[in-house]
């Protein structure tokens, strides 16, 4: 005697009793196919899985597009926002603390851009979230630094008191001795701008003989250099005069926002002539 049995199967979410021929004879159980609908919602469901396998991970990122790569900007520059490996047309936003705003949409493959330039309201530090459909960009947050314009430059100046230094030295007539000298000096200062965002970094000096100096640090944006004739002569005198000789300074500044070197070479000249005493 043949019969049919019914056996509760469930696929996704709905439960379907499929019926399963059974032989008399041999006892052998027939092949069981689940509904067009169940097929259609298992795909569904393995649809959603791999589609949430593939995690969007957003990146974000600032450029300096005056000054070329930097985190830092100066007012006036210009800057441009780049969004990669976003989902698709999902919604841009940007959060600081205390607010977010909408920014607009990925395109097609998930890529955004938003260009614009630093304006007086916008000199601080910044720290930004930026999010694609919900989904946090990284770093997070996003930090960049806006300084004043006027921070861009060290506003050095530097200059040598006199710009040549002048010695007499003053012979025996009668025997050819050296006796006296009136000996030359000068200073070489340089200043920077207090308001702004340099520090005095160092110096290099190129001093000829016969010529000393010394420097002394009178302030964090001031400093000062003393030269001096040493008085010191070759033993034969004879074709000596005049001398000329010289010195140089190199003034060293640096940035501390960028960290530019900024350098002034400030000559001062050395003029030793004789007289008979």
């Not at 002569?233 to 004879?238: G, S, V």
Request: charged share 10%.
């Amino acid at each position: 005697m043949a019969f049919r049995s019914r056996f509760p199967r469930t696929i996704g979410n709905e439960t379907h009793s499929a019926p399963l021929p059974v032989s008399a004879l041999g006892g052998t159980i027939g092949v069981f196919h689940a509904p067009r609908k169940a097929v259609l919602v298992m795909c569904m469901v393995m649809g959603t899985l791999a589609s949430g396998a593939l995690a969007q991970t957003p990146s974000v990122s600032i450029t300096n597009t005056t000054r070329g790569g930097h985190t830092v900007f100066y007012v006036g520059d210009s800057w441009t926002v780049s969004i990669t490996g976003g989902a698709a047309n999902a919604a841009v936003q940007v959060c600081i603390p205390g607010s977010c705003s909408p920014e607009g949409y990925t395109d097609g493959s998930g890529n955004y851009t938003l260009s614009g330039y630093m304006s007086s309201g916008d000199v601080g530090t910044w720290n930004e979230t930026w999010s694609v459909g919900g989904v946090t960009a990284t770093p997070d947050p996003l930090t960049f630094y806006v300084y004043p314009s006027s921070a861009a430059s060290c506003n050095l100046s530097s200059g040598a008191v006199p710009p040549v230094m002048y010695s007499l030295d003053f012979i025996d007539a009668y025997s050819g001795y050296l006796v006296y000298q009136s000996l030359g000096s000068g200073t070489i200062s340089a200043t920077l701008d207090p308001s702004g965002y340099c520090l005095m970094y160092g110096d290099s000096w190129d001093i000829e003989w016969p010529i000393a100096g010394q420097r002394t640090i009178l302030s964090n944006y001031v400093d000062q250099w003393a030269f001096w004739d040493t008085g010191a002569r070759p033993l034969n005198l004879n074709g000596f005069y005049p001398y000329i000789s010289g010195a140089v300074v190199g003034v060293v500044a640096i940035n501390v926002t960028n960290g530019d070197f900024w350098i002034v070479n400030v000559p001062i000249g050395l003029y030793i002539d004789y007289t008979y005493w």
